[in-house]
T-cell receptor, first 114, second 113 residues
Framework: DSGVTQTPKHLITATGQRVTLRCSPRSGDLSVYWYQQSLDQGLQFLIQYYNGEERAKGNILERFSAQQFPDLHSELNLSSLELGDSALYFC?????????????FGEGSRLTVL | AQSVSQHNHHVILSEAASLELGCNYSYGGTVNLFWYVQYPGQHLQLLLKYFSGDPLVKGIKGFEAEFIKSKFSFNLRKPSVQWSDTAEYFCAVTAYNTDKLIFGTGTRLQVFP
């Protein structure tokens, strides 16, 4: 158990819909990262938050947004869903920022868009 | 932009065979390098990391990796694999003092008894 909790574990929805994925980092970790893992593109970095503020941005679509709340949990919002958004979405946390050390990953949320 | 290439997408070995998984990165500056492993049904976890110093780093479960700066490589090795090493292995890199951890596409290792 990494200490990072993601919900839901599985989600099936239809095209055009909106979903929210939730992540609770390890106790005390201030940084939260979101990754998308798909068969054709591997693990893609989406976005990182540190203590409530956006820290780094990757290949995140405009239809996607994220935030980190004062209690440090984070949510990834995916809207106007398309078939190609079907993927495993991972959250990870770390204690600090810069000179990134070890990331602790959750077990992922598997999204299926039909 | 940084990128990471893992040349072997799927490797099949018998137990006790030696393993070497290739990883090359593209970035001209100082980097931090990582290997993560994902066992079936489990989350990604850190196998080993290189920040500076001795370019040969040892990780958990008998794995090691060698950073060769001139080749932009960070290959993962294990002298004798076990069935329990069956997993997906990801090489990753961050540019020095940044937070963006960029992963390779992963190598699926299957070890048969």
């Amino acid at each position: 158990d990494s200490g990072v909790t993601q919900t839901p574990k599985h989600l099936i929805t239809a095209t055009g819909q909106r979903v929210t994925l939730r992540c609770s980092p390890r106790s005390g970790d201030l940084s939260v990262y979101w990754y998308q893992q798909s068969l054709d593109q591997g693990l893609q970095f989406l976005i990182q938050y540190y203590n409530g503020e956006e820290r780094a941005k990757g290949n995140i679509l405009e239809r996607f947004s994220a935030q980190q709340f004062p209690d440090l949990h984070s949510e990834l919002n995916l809207s106007s869903l398309e078939l190609g958004d079907s993927a495993l979405y991972f959250c990870a946390s770390s204690a600090r920022t810069g000179n990134t050390g070890e990331l602790f990953f959750g077990e992922g949320s598997r999204l299926t868009v039909l | 932009a940084q990128s990471v290439s893992q040349h072997n997408h799927h490797v099949i070995l018998s137990e006790a065979a030696s393993l070497e998984l290739g990883c090359n990165y593209s970035y001209g500056g100082t980097v931090n390098l990582f290997w993560y492993v994902q066992y079936p049904g489990q989350h990604l976890q850190l196998l080993l990391k290189y920040f500076s110093g001795d370019p040969l780093v040892k990780g958990i479960k008998g794995f090691e990796a060698e950073f060769i700066k001139s080749k932009f490589s960070f290959n993962l090795r294990k002298p004798s694999v076990q069935w329990s090493d069956t997993a997906e292995y990801f090489c990753a890199v961050t540019a020095y003092n940044t937070d963006k951890l960029i992963f390779g596409t992963g190598t699926r290792l299957q070890v048969f008894p």
